[in-house]
């Protein structure tokens, strides 16, 4: 059995709209100027560079309010040594590395072929260095591309990455210089491997982020013990999946805490397979929900969790899911 398929099912979706979403309709949310469809937002990392699914029958980049596009570097990178993915309980460890084909060859080769009609793009920019952060946000910036979510959370690569988003001040360093290159929107998505969130976010916006991203990757480890070696072939990696769902839960709030009163929004994410999911991270502080990991086990997952929100705000008689965002009670 699948480590994450013992996740509840969606919530049932009787008598509720059916799973397209559609502009204009019940699920329509507004995100940093933008009008998506759904709050649904398919991760980096999850959905390659938008493609990936759309060969699976009955999938549809419709289904979804945007789509995140693989992190993309200045140059073109390899990734790391196998393995890099490894099950664990409820989730799963992935050491990538990065691997993609290099920001000018998306913006030429691979941003032609997506349909801009059928929902929105955002970039995943990452770097070794801010100088390189900038380069890609700057390529983006003279693209298609929806918005810019600045990936200053990895945890697989050796420089960079979280090194930036682990210490508010190279955080807000990124930030800032990415912000002078683009007018595009600017999403900062954070590590939840540091100390202390809150303080982050705050210099974040100071920065000039226009949204946030909660949470990357949980860093974390598999041993072989037949060999005594690390199962990754970069000796450790980001876990993710439902394992790491309340840790991902209280990250949200926290941001939230600070983000609230700018009206700053966030894409909650980690572990999320339903609606029930999607619902508490909304009342944790979410505006847009993320999938990655389930999609691994059950692709045509979007429909259900759109039927399972439609279903909620007719039951609960919110006019919207807005109405909900960040209204846990003390
Ligand atoms: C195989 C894999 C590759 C990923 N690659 C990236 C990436 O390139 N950039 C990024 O910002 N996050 C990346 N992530 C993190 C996801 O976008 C997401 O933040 C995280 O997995 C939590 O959500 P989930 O539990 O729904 O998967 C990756 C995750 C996985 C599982």
Known sequence: MSAVSAAPPSTPAAGAASGAVTSGGVLTTRFCGLELASPIVLLSGCVGFGEEYTRVEGFSNRDVGAIVLKGTTGAPRLGNPPHRVAETYQGMLNAIGLQNPGVDAVVRNILPTLDFSETRFFANACGSTIDEYV?????????????????????????????????????????????????????????????????NARRCIEAGTDAFAVINTVMGMAVDVRTRKAVLGNGQGGLSGPAIKPIALLKVREVHEVAGPHRIPIIGQGGICNSADALEFIIAGASLVGVGTALFYDPLICPGINRGLAAHLAETGLENLQQLVGTLGS
Not at 161 to 189: H, W
């Open 135 to 199: 380069e890609v946000t700057r390529r983006f910036d003279d693209s298609p591309i929806d918005a810019i979510e600045i990936n200053i959370s990895c945890p697989n690569v050796k420089e960079g990455g979280v090194q930036f988003g682990n210490v508010p001040e190279m955080s807000a360093r990124v930030v800032a210089a990415c912000r002078a290159v683009t007018k595009k929107p600017l999403i900062t998505k954070m590590s939840p491997n540091q100390t202390d969130i809150r303080e």
